[in-house]
């Protein structure tokens, strides 16, 4: 798995530029409330159809000496956008993070080996190639409604009214 945000790349799928090993967790939380609609006494869930990711990986360095692995460690928070758009490519396609945001990062150092545990903020991810299966759109985009939780305060309005 490849890993870069704009112009920096994160791993390039070699030892010395980086190889993304793995330990790799994503956590998404969808952005919700409680409503009462109007004429209704009950509150329901409404989705803000938004969707906010924390994902951390750790990426492997192996440099020629020493000296070389603890200059990338001195000069990573430099080198290392802030924010941006995190673009994951591996063999069957990609994924983007829109606006994200690089949290923390660990690093730690073994000789000309180097470890180092990213931890990113953003949206959700966003599909580039491949798309996802038909079985994934289908389930998201089974319900007509934009807004299920009105759409369906609304239709139990309407069995409740007959």
Same mark, same amino acid.
């Given at each position: 798995m490849l890993v870069s945000? %704009?112009?920096?790349?994160?791993?390039? %799928?070699?030892?010395? #530029? #980086?190889?993304?090993i793995g330990q790799l967790s994503l956590t998404i939380d969808r952005v919700t409330d409680f409503i009462v609609p109007i #004429?209704?006494?009950d509150p329901v869930l409404f989705d803000r159809v938004t969707r906010k990711s924390d994902i951390s990986f750790q990426v492997e360095r192996v440099f020629a000496d020493w000296d070389e692995a603890s200059a990338f460690i001195l000069d990573l928070e430099d080198a290392l956008p802030s924010t941006g758009d995190v673009v994951f490519s591996f063999a069957s396609g990609s994924r983007t993070i829109t606006n994200a945001l690089f949290v923390s990062f660990v690093t730690t150092q073994l000789g000309a080996k180097v470890t180092t545990i990213y931890r990113i903020s953003g949206g959700k991810p966003v599909s580039g190639s491949p798309p996802p299966s038909s079985a994934f759109r289908v389930m998201t985009t089974a319900s007509p409604c934009l807004l299920p939780?009105?759409?369906?305060?609304?239709e139990s309005w309407r069995n409740t009214s007959r």
């Open positions: 945000v %704009g112009a920096y790349s994160l791993c390039n %799928g070699t030892l010395a #530029g #980086g190889v993304a #004429g209704e006494v939780p009105i759409c369906w305060a609304r």
